[in-house]
């Protein structure tokens, strides 16, 4: 019942900036831990952000000092604001959340659909 709608991917300069949002919609009472992971084909899906309901982040190393996680609890809303690109960013990329769906329920995970960024250089 939980959807997760992802938006903004496309194609940049090496250098250059794009911002990422995923919004969630459905049935929603809280969303507790949101993320973002990427995948190149045939890799596997890594990390990149997360932050938590309380607004702490963590970064993958790779993209530490460039990249920034934010939420917007009111629209539900998950962005990554990404920075200096470059190719190594090239992937799709994907939202994750951890959302109760009532009131006393246990969190259950759910994932977007992928957002393509392709980085030119």
């Known amino acids: 019942q939980v959807q997760l709608v992802e938006s903004g991917g496309g194609l940049v300069q090496a250098g250059g900036s794009l911002r990422l949002s995923c919004t969630a919609s459905?049935?929603?009472?809280?969303?507790?831990?949101m993320a973002w992971y990427r995948q190149d084909p045939g890799n596997q899906r890594e990390l990149v952000a997360t932050?938590?309901?309380?607004?702490?982040?963590n970064y993958a190393d790779s993209v530490k000092g460039r990249f920034t996680i934010s939420r917007d609890n009111a629209k539900k809303t998950v962005y990554l604001q990404m920075s200096r690109l470059t190719s190594e960013d090239t992937a799709v990329y994907y939202c994750?959340?951890?959302?109760?769906?009532?009131?006393?329920?246990?969190?259950?995970?759910?994932w977007g659909q992928g957002t393509q960024v392709t980085v030119s250089s």
């Open positions: 994750n959340v951890d959302a109760v769906r009532s009131f006393g329920r246990a969190a259950a995970n759910y």
């Open positions: 459905g049935s929603i009472f809280s969303i507790n831990r």
């Open positions: 932050i938590t309901s309380s607004g702490s982040t």
